[in-house]
């Protein structure tokens, strides 16, 4: 039970922080790299099955992956861009923080519900699986969008 209150404890404080960060990042430019880097820096966590601890069946990685697809429709509906002075912003959206929160919020009760008969590291692979099949497809999304935007720009830039 201690490792599920310092998990849930490290997750808080990394939405807060993703939160913030996401704040921060629509008061500069967009880039193709800053949308495509995070899924590949968030894959290094697929390390963690090396160790079996880690490890989850093909019914808990379905089940995370479906969950992750799911939740990506609610970012991607919520992330949008808009041209000023020649560049691509984000534009800041209160409903995603809700969302971002929402989804935290969501993530902690499964956890607490899931953790009495699922144990710790299975648990904690199943949740990554989850953020990364949300990450990949709004990324991609995000990459699109951002092409499609950019070819409206003058040539200038």
């Known amino acids: 039970m201690t490792s599920v209150i310092i998990s849930t404890g490290i997750a808080v404080f990394m939405g807060v922080f993703f939160t ?43 089940e995370a992956a479906i969950a992750g697809v799911i939740f990506s429709f609610l970012l991607i509906k919520t992330t949008k861009f808009e041209i000023k002075e020649n560049d691509i912003y984000l534009i800041n959206s209160k409903v995603f ?49 951002y092409k499609k935007l950019a070819k409206n720009l003058s040539p200038t830039n």
Do not use: H
Not at 118 to 139: E, K, S
């Open 97 to 145: 923080i809700y969302i971002l929160f929402g989804l935290l919020a969501i993530r902690i009760v499964a956890k607490f519900i899931l953790s009495s008969s699922i144990d710790v590291g299975p648990l904690g692979g199943m949740f990554w699986m989850l953020a990364f099949c949300m990450i990949v497809p709004w990324r991609i999304a995000m990459y699109i969008n």
């Open 20 to 62: 913030v960060m996401r704040m921060k990042a629509a008061t500069k430019p967009v880039s193709p790299k800053k949308i495509i880097l995070p899924p590949f820096f968030m894959s290094t966590g697929a390390l963690m099955f090396v160790f079996p601890y880690f490890r989850i069946t093909g019914q808990e990685i379905l």
